[in-house]
């Protein structure tokens, strides 16, 4: 079978099981996510029809919602907090490192593929900024150092 | 005597190790040829602590930490295992002065029981409440709410009986209760406890809230940043399925009631209850106009209680011990207790449950121990990212609702960050404008186009660029938020943003 004959199942077997529940299409879409990583746009057209909404509708959804993405992720993506609480504990100086070692910004993959850096604003580890979370890893009180070793025992077990 | 060791599994104390020194532990005892029954607890709450390892012993729980895995040979070596003396001893986990001079009754179980075992919460006085509710009438129980003075905690503080009471009052077919636990206020991490560390207490709680205005479905709306706490809860409404505490005859009673969890994706405005719901119903998080109040026409246009995780959680201690019970601590009309959390730059963060009347210095200095990073503090923010930042002279309010709001600050749903002074108050009400344009829905236009142009006069601000012109012109902004937003995301930015321009003109360049 082809990639995108195989994504188009996976899809479809995602559709077949969730769309009965009242107001289905945000765990639909988290269903394709957590399957393959992103919301392709090819998955639009088939989400809509069997919802009986119009593609623009779930588009519409898929970006208003910051967690939901059309792109293919890095091998990782690190969730790095820029909240309040961690900007109290050196966050900005944090996230300056974190921006400068993985050479991203937010919202961007690195050029090998490893790592998508994505902001996001609050993980309830408020006690121990500051703080980010690595898939569904998550680490407190990091410090440029501390993120440094995280990222390459990442990649070594990668 | 079976050895039984506590190292919690609460995503906090995870990540400062917790899980690492759970298995070292486990194989030190193999390595030993020593017996232990390894538990995984909540959190107690006290986070300079963690990973806070506990064991069982005669006396009482006692208590070592931090401990991270390299100390775990030596803590066999000083023998823990029958509450031997090691440097990380801390003694009996209760005595802890921090945690001893609490009120906790939301939190009664948490750090104590295992989170994924029924049998223990029943065992130390769970489902006590259900029992009761279940030989009462749906008035009754909304009563022994209304009397316990219960007022919502995500923040908005409303009457929790007076709600269920509408509810319950009118007709429809299908009514549900929502758990709002979009907990996405930072400095808040009071949700995420109770549904790491004591999952049963909301489901009751949530089944209650059910039995009592007559809806059968529940959902709880959790943060997709929070995947320990889904894991727990699913596994925990499994249990609960299984022994009759949820379902189609709970305890035999003929009452029905189900229960199922659903993810937001990131947007911090689906905590506001009308975006909750139109995200519920699988559409963007756009506010909706009230009235209707979600009481009258909520989720699907039925009639719908949407209540905060510690709202809920505290609802099975009201039904246990009564409500009288309940308003019997606290001060004015703020009744009960408040978990409040203390984050940011303080030496001490963690949670404190406390009846409602404490100053926010004592939370400060005797709970949290002045600044972590040993300088004066200059500002905390209380009430998350739309709550106002206090100066020292305001340290003295008492947490009470009333109390707050006459200071025109926000209790909110007990968030404290703390910040040294190193910060600057400017690039923190910038922030605020920064983030309101980041998590505007984008359906009023105050909010929208207020955050945006907000984000651009800061920076102005910030450079030192016509402060005469641009100082009013904030002010200016911050009134069209406040007096013409759709929902208090973009009412309530001007909180931060005037109160730190107020309070700290110096860091915006005018002098005070």
């Not at chain 1, 994505?118 to 898939?135: D, F, T």
């Not at chain 2, 009462?136 to 316990?148: F, G, L, P, R």
């Not at chain 2, 006459?406 to 920064?434: P, Q």
């Not at chain 2, 651009?456 to 002010?475: A, F, Q, S, T």
């Amino acid at each position: 079978m082809t990639e995108s004959g195989s994504t188009q199942t996976t899809v479809q077997e995602i559709i077949a099981a969730l769309k009965d529940k009242p107001g289905a299409l945000l765990p639909i879409l988290h269903g394709v996510q957590d399957a393959l990583g992103y919301i392709p746009e090819g998955s639009v057209p088939d989400i809509a029809t069997a919802l009986s909404l119009s593609r623009a509708e779930v588009h519409g959804v898929i970006s208003f919602y910051h967690y939901f993405r059309d792109t293919p992720p890095g091998k990782q993506t690190i969730h790095l907090c820029r909240a309040e609480s961690c900007q109290a504990m050196g966050g900005r100086q944090l996230e300056e490192h974190v921006k400068a070692k993985l050479g991203i910004d937010f919202h961007e993959t690195t050029a090998d593929g490893k790592f998508s850096l994505e902001p996001v604003y609050c993980l309830g580890n408020c006690a121990c900024s500051p703080a980010m979370q690595i898939g569904k890893e998550i680490y407190g009180r990091v410090t440029a150092d501390s993120f440094d070793a995280t990222i390459a025992n990442t990649e070594a077990s990668a | 005597m079976s050895i039984t060791v506590y190292v919690p599994c609460d995503s906090s104390a995870i990540s400062l190790g917790a899980g690492r020194v759970a298995k070292a532990i486990g194989q030190e005892a193999a390595k030993r040829g020593i017996e232990i029954n390894l538990v995984r607890n909540g959190s107690r709450g006290m986070y300079w602590l963690e990973p806070l390892v506990e064991v069982a012993t005669a006396k009482g729980r006692v208590a070592y930490g931090p401990v991270q895995p390299g100390d775990v040979s030596g803590l066999f070596d000083a023998g823990f295992t029958d509450g031997g003396a090691h440097a990380l001893g801390l003694g009996l986990t209760e005595e802890i002065d921090y945690f001893k001079k609490q009120q906790r009754l939301t939190f009664a179980r948490i750090g104590k029981t295992d989170p994924a075992s029924l049998t223990d919460y029943i065992e130390n006085d769970g489902y006590s409440g259900l029992k009761n509710a279940l030989a009462m009438s749906q008035e009754q129980i909304v009563q022994a709410v209304t009397d316990s003075g219960l007022r919502g905690r995500g923040g908005a503080a409303f009457p929790t009986g007076i709600k269920w009471k509408t509810v319950l009052n009118t007709a429809s077919l299908q009514k549900y209760i929502i758990c709002n636990a979009d907990e996405g206020d930072s400095g808040t991490f009071s949700d995420r406890m109770v549904m790491e560390g004591d999952p049963f207490v909301l489901i009751e709680g949530m089944t209650i809230a059910g039995l009592a205005v007559d809806a059968t479905q529940g959902y709880i709306y959790l943060r997709v940043e929070y995947p320990h706490a889904l894991e727990v809860l699913n596994a925990a409404i499994a249990s609960a399925y299984k022994e009759g505490y949820l379902g189609d005859n709970i305890q035999g009673s003929g009452l029905t009631f189900n229960l199922e969890v659903r993810l937001g994706a990131g947007a911090y405005v689906c905590g506001e209850e009308t975006s909750l719901m139109e995200s519920l119903e699988g559409k963007r998080g756009l506010v909706r106009f009230k009235p209707p109040l979600p009481a009258i026409s909520g989720l699907f246009g039925q009639p719908t209680v949407v209540n905060n995780v510690i709202s809920l959680a505290s609802v099975p201690v009201i039904l246990d011990k009564g409500g009288d019970y309940y308003r019997d601590f606290g001060m004015g009309r703020s009744r009960g207790t408040l978990p409040v959390q203390l984050a940011g730059n303080i030496k001490r963060p963690g949670l404190v449950e406390l009846g409602f009347g404490l100053t926010l210095r004592e939370l400060l200095y005797d709970f949290g121990g002045g600044s972590a990073s040993g300088r004066p503090i200059k500002a905390v923010q209380v009430g998350g990212p739309l709550g106002a930042y206090l100066p020292e002279s305001q340290f003295d309010t008492p947490l009470d609702y009333e109390a707050f709001a006459a200071n025109w600050t926000v209790l909110g749903h007990g968030g404290i960050v703390v910040f040294d002074d190193t910060v600057n108050m400017a690039k923190m009400a910038r922030y605020s404008m920064e983030f309101c344009k980041i998590e505007s829905c984008g359906k009023c236009t105050p909010c929208r186009i207020g955050s945006t142009r907000g984000v651009e006069v800061m920076d102005d601000i910030i450079n030192g660029r016509n402060l005469d012109k641009n100082i009013p012109l904030l002010r200016d902004l911050c009134d069209t938020l406040l007096n013409g937003s759709l929902c208090a995301l973009g009412g309530m930015t001007p909180y931060p943003v005037l109160s730190a321009l107020n309070h700290f003109p110096e860091d915006f360049g005018v002098n005070a």
